[in-house]
């Protein structure tokens, strides 16, 4: 049984720095009863800690939310006592954007560890929250440093919750002991289809307990259910003070939505009274980049391309905006069917301008695994048969291909999704496709859900297991550890990439070290 059948089974800056406002509603906050209310108390607050993320060279994003309407504001120092610090006047926090909003920092110096706190001020008094601290680091402009990050995905699912009785979600103290330059979230942040109860039975007699809110009481369907799943999270100390000292990178999967959701899907499960997906999908988009410091964009899309320095470009792919509906997934002659035309199309040309060592392809889908969705369709990339490419593999081939032809370099995978550690060696020499040059995909996760595997590899691609640590039985929970994340560094001076695959206490259980090829 995989985590899909269980959970169809119910299972549970001023000055030098410049700014731009992101999403952070209007210039005026709504006034109504409950908001007024709230103006009438004491000084505002800071509810959630502070976030920062899709952090470059030159910018970088900062997110907060408070408790009423309010601006944000932000100052910015290379010092940690915040001497010269620079003060920047954010945006108004507001009901619209369920009191979030964030910030772009432009201007910023390249190589730097920056500190910034973030205030909020009334808008009718002359009175300011207390601060709440983050601090984090640009990339470098050149090859005087390191870089290093870590990654991961799934968090709160298949019903494992918060346990206070556990510390919480303490693996992000293991990744925070690495400290990374930035966190590479895989997708499945929030459970927004894992509804939670307050105990469960686990297989050897003991108890798990679970923090539960409204929210997490059920599935989430309106945009203050979708938006309950991310404070649901935040509610963890642990991810709160990760949160505060390393940025994010986040890109999104299934789960911030619905289990294996696709465009135009209509559901069929009793526990949704709104059956539309693309309904779903709207409100859980709204949500995520409302509550994750995601850089926004007009259109509200989330693949883009993160530049840090000269070692390292990340390419944030979303495999699921534009994913083909789950069936056998083995047509022929099937086009744009998992990143569409138009994601294909930027992926290729920034691949083809990219001037940095690595390129790390962040996927929401391993490529090789096959992952069903019940008894005859495919959730995923890779159908099973081994031979030449069908379905959404086809995509995949084209992008190898086009990569080979255009002397594309040093391509390294990483996603999560299948809640269990892996690394995949993709050799030509033994695929039913071969028109692509060899490379690496790595596999890690959950952070903090139930543990599966393995999933069978297929070998279109010719996919070689290198290691694997699954779960010894379906749906294992966090008690039990088989919680896991990846770490990445990339030597400055030998621009060699090495990738450890860790478990929940920061364990390294295998290692591979990358040599560029020039």
Known sequence: MDRRSVLRGGLAATGGATLALLSGGSARATRTPATAALLRGGRPRLTHGVQSGDVTAREGVVWARSDRPARMLVEVSRRPDFRHARTVHGPVLTPDTDLTGKALLRGLPAGAELHYRVRLADLDRRVTSEPVTGRFRTAPHDRGRNVRFVWSGDLAGQGWGINPDLGGFRIFRAMSAVDPDFFLCSGDLVYSDGPLAETVKLPDGRTWRNLVTPEKSAVAQTLPEYRGQFRYNLLDANLRAFNAHVPMIYQWDDHETVNN?????????????????????????????????????????????????????????????YKSPNDANDSPTQQNALLGAEQSAWLKRELRRSKATWKVMAADLPIGLI????????????????????????????????????????????????????????????????????????????????????????????????????????????????????????????????????????????????????
């Open 261 to 321: 959701w696709y465009p135009g899907e209509i559901l069929d499960l009793p526990q949704y009274t709104e059956k539309r997906v693309d309904v779903l999908a709207a409100r859980a988009r709204r949500a995520a980049f409302e509550y994750t410091p995601m850089r926004s964009s007009r259109t509200g899309r989330i693949y883009r391309k993160i530049s840090y320095g000269p070692l390292l470009d990340v390419f944030v792919l979303d495999m699921r905006t």
């Open 371 to 518: 992952v069903p969705d019940g008894s005859a369709a495919q959730e995923g990339i890779a159908q099973g048969d081994g031979g030449a490419p069908l379905g959404r593999e086809r995509e995949i081939a084209d992008l190898l291909s086009y990569a080979r032809r255009h002397r594309v370099r040093n391509l390294v995978w990483l996603t999560a999704d299948v809640h269990y550690t892996a690394a995949h060696f993709y050799d030509p020499s033994k695929a039913g496709f071969s028109d692509f040059d060899p490379f690496w995909e790595f596999v890690s996760g959950p952070l903090n859900a139930g543990a599966f595997g393995p999933n069978k590899l297929e070998g279109t691609f010719g996919a070689q297991l290198k290691f694997a640590q699954p779960a010894p039985q379906a749906n294992t929970s966090p008690a039990d550890g088989y919680q896991f994340f990846g770490d990445v560094e990339i030597d400055a001076h030998t621009g060699t990439l090495t990738v450890h695959l860790r478990d929940l206490d920061g364990k390294a259980l295998y290692s591979q070290a990358l040599t560029p090829r020039r």
